[in-house]
């Protein structure tokens, strides 16, 4: 069974950091990209970014709100992929859930952890 | 950034009634490879997201097929033939196919 578990989520204040991770298990972890979806309170849904397999490069995409802030990494050996927040906003607050993305012969989105809070505030 | 546009915001729809949302992107999402990369997701009170519908039009496993995905280019549309009470939450479309991928703001079906 696929499963996607986020920890690492609290409160934090503006300009602090904090650092989600998501463990995998149910699949081939080494060869999934995976990506961050973030959704405020009430609001929509927010694609973060997203982290390549290492066969693909290994390499980080990032959306305009976060890029030079958040920083993605991944450890293949422990099925894990982490989010560094740093400097963060208010406007972060939200449920980060982890996404396995693109991933041969499988569907972008098809599994997504329950999510972690992280609460931005003073 | 691509943009998709989600009508109507909202709607109301008795049990055993059709309904419709259109999703309208900025720009094509046809990618060279032939394929189309709009997706479907349905989130429910207090859940993750569900991805519903693949690629335009392909339903995941144990979706009903009352649910069906159409359109192409700029244009899609899910439809559900017979709305029933599971189906209540919001709907959103999203596009994979540029970065940074994005979600349409959504569409809260209410179940009467």
């Known amino acids: 069974e696929v499963q996607l578990v986020e920890s690492g989520g609290g409160l934090v204040k503006p300009g602090g950091s904090l650092r989600l991770s998501c463990t995998a298990s149910g699949f081939t972890f080494t060869n999934a990209w995976m990506s961050w979806v973030r959704q405020a309170p009430g609001k929509g849904l927010e694609w973060v970014g997203r982290i390549k397999s290492r066969y693909d490069g290994g390499t980080t995409d990032y959306a305009a709100p976060v890029r030079g802030r958040f920083s993605l990494s991944r450890d293949d050996s422990k099925k894990t992929m982490s989010l560094q927040m740093n400097s963060l906003k208010t406007e972060d607050t939200g449920i980060y859930y982890c996404?396995?993305?693109?991933?041969?012969?499988?569907?972008?989105?098809?599994?997504w952890g329950h999510g972690t809070l992280v609460t931005v505030s003073s | 950034d691509i943009v998709l546009t989600q009508t109507p915001h909202s709607l109301s729809v008795a049990p055993g009634q059709p309904a419709s949302i259109s999703c309208k992107s900025s720009q094509s999402l046809l990618h060279r490879d032939g394929k189309t990369y709009l997706h479907w997701f349905l989130q429910k009170p207090g859940q993750s997201p569900l991805l519903i519908i693949s690629?335009?039009?392909s339903r995941l496993s144990g979706v009903p097929d009352r649910l069906s995905g159409s359109g192409s280019g700029t244009d899609f549309t899910l439809k559900n033939s017979r709305v029933e009470a599971e189906d209540g939450g919001i709907y959103y479309c999203?596009?994979?196919?540029?970065?940074?991928?994005?979600f349409g703001q959504g569409t809260k079906l209410e179940i009467k």
């Open positions: 999203m596009q994979t196919l540029h970065l940074p991928f994005t």
């Open positions: 690629e335009v039009s």
């Open positions: 996404v396995r993305g693109e991933f041969s012969g499988y569907d972008w989105g098809d599994y």
